[in-house]
């Protein structure tokens, strides 16, 4: 072999053992039980390390290199709160991805000490018994302060955990949603989409809560909304409470302020009265109200008329309005229909918007719901996943937040778990208490996981350096 070629041989031999040090992973490669390693360039070449550049430390000053690290402490925060917005399941899809779509409805929860501050939370049978509204109130209370389970109907269908109501004498109620033959000749329905024609009535009402609702068993603000003027009066422990009245166009508000709190109280209505609801409140901190329409898949609140409504928007601090639908549309629900249906939940969240300019809206999806076939098998409807998305869609594109309880509860096929679990009912679509136990807290904690977010960005929590970071490692002169 001629020399020239022997020396072209070892230099590519060398050359590709220098590109083989540089590209072989540093920590080794295991085969079996076996680590093969191939030394660093730097290694064979016995080139000393180059030594880290302190200049840049050197000339900063204490106050400097502190300002460095927080900011890089800042810049790390942002990027979890990116990441979990981008992936986590229970994260609010913000209408055009604006982080700072809640600041409002945060900086009236900071102020709800010296003011009351109102949340709305309508939904189908899902919210039933003040499920998961319940825990809702209890966890806002229990942080921000505040007492009573807010707004109720004079005529209550369906039981709840958080109150005992009775109603003696002709009592007659009209409805928005459900059944054709309990509309009403107009749509004057007021903030609950149903109203109740009394007369001669007495309205008995205890408020209960135990451990999981306790701040709900008291109240210490009465307010009967009423259609046109009413002839009222108010009993708390025995003694008649005097109630004071206001109203804008055909609604009337007769509010009594208590001196001190109470669990119950008796409504007497002398004559007539078109009763939109009772507010049982606290007179500072945060009311929830829980809404729930059996049987309504939404679009059914745009027949109530605004009139009846915007009265009641406009006196309340209303910060958040909660809607959540979706479950009743889903076994009849075609792939077709979709769009049609987008758009009249787009319509509804626009009604809110027009009431509640300031108020933060989030629209919750439907949960995972499933049906049995011929042969037994348990699945979740077909069409769940794309009305989901188009639910999404709708609500985003109109403004609003979107929560996915579907992905939140683990997605398609998860309610046979939650039903084995004992978290959901046999009927493959209600949460168990226990369930809609769970799913309130998830919800309160991501509410909770934007506020803290808020705070920081808002420069209300400090960043702080961790402990074994100090000046000490680094150079200063």
Not at 425 to 443: E, I, N, Q, R
């Amino acid at each position: 072999m001629k020399p020239r070629n022997i020396v072209f041989f070892i230099i590519c031999l060398l050359a590709g053992l220098a590109l083989l040090s540089v590209l072989f992973p540093r920590g080794g490669v295991r085969i079996g039980g076996t680590t093969l390693r191939f030394p660093a360039l730097a290694e064979v070449l016995d080139v000393p390390e180059e030594p880290a550049d302190t200049d840049s430390v050197a000339v900063l000053s204490p106050e400097e290199i502190m300002e460095q690290r927080l900011a890089a402490l800042k810049t790390e925060k942002m990027e979890e709160f990116n990441a979990y917005c981008q992936n986590d399941p229970a994260r609010l899809y913000l209408p055009g991805d604006d982080e700072t779509y809640l600041d409002a409805f945060f900086r009236k929860m900071q102020d709800a000490g010296s003011r009351h501050l109102r949340i709305l939370h309508y939904g189908d049978s899902q919210i039933e018994c003040d499920r998961i509204t319940g825990i809702l109130r209890q966890e806002f209370q229990e942080e921000f302060g505040g007492c009573g389970v807010g707004l109720i109907p004079a005529l209550q269908t369906v039981p709840t955990y958080t109150t005992s109501q009775s109603l003696t004498g002709e009592a007659e109620q009209f409805m928005a949603f459900g059944p054709a033959n309990l509309r009403g000749s107009d749509g004057f329905y007021g903030p609950m989409a149903k109203r109740t024609e009394v007369t001669g009535a007495t309205v008995s009402i205890s408020a209960r809560g135990g451990k999981d609702y306790s701040h709900a068993a008291s109240f210490n603000k009465v307010t009967v909304l009423t259609r046109g003027a009413a002839r009222l009066t108010l009993t708390v422990k025995g003694d008649t409470v005097a109630l004071d009245s206001a109203n804008a166009g055909e609604l009337h508000f007769y509010t009594a302020s208590l001196s001190r709190g109470a669990s119950s109280a008796t409504l007497g209505v002398n004559g007539h009265a078109s009763i939109l609801g009772i507010q049982l409140d606290g007179s500072r901190g945060v009311n929830v109200d829980n809404l729930p329409m059996r049987g309504c898949s939404g679009p059914e609140l745009l027949k109530v008329d605004r009139g009846s409504m915007r009265p009641f928007f406009a006196r309340e601090n209303v910060g958040l309005i909660l809607l959540q639908y979706g479950g009743n549309s889903i076994p009849y629900l075609s792939r077709k229909a979709l769009p049609d249906y987008k758009e009249r939940i787009k319509n509804m969240i626009g009604m809110f918007r027009q009431l509640a300019p300031e108020a933060g809206i989030i629209f919750i999806g439907p949960s995972d719901m499933a049906n049995a076939d011929s042969t037994g098998t348990v699945t979740t409807y077909p069409v769940l996943p794309e009305a989901v998305k188009a639910l999404r869609e709708a609500a985003n594109e109109s403004g609003a937040a979107f929560w996915n309880m579907y992905e939140v509860m683990g997605g398609k096929g998860s309610m046979s778990k939650w039903v084995s679990a004992g978290l959901a009912g046999s009927d493959y679509v209600h949460f168990t208490p226990a369930g809609a136990k769970k799913m309130g807290h998830m919800l309160y904690e991501t509410l909770q996981f934007y506020y803290k977010f808020y705070r920081f960005r808002s420069g209300q929590d400090k960043v702080e350096l961790p402990e074994e970071d100090s000046l000490k490692t680094d150079t200063v002169r």
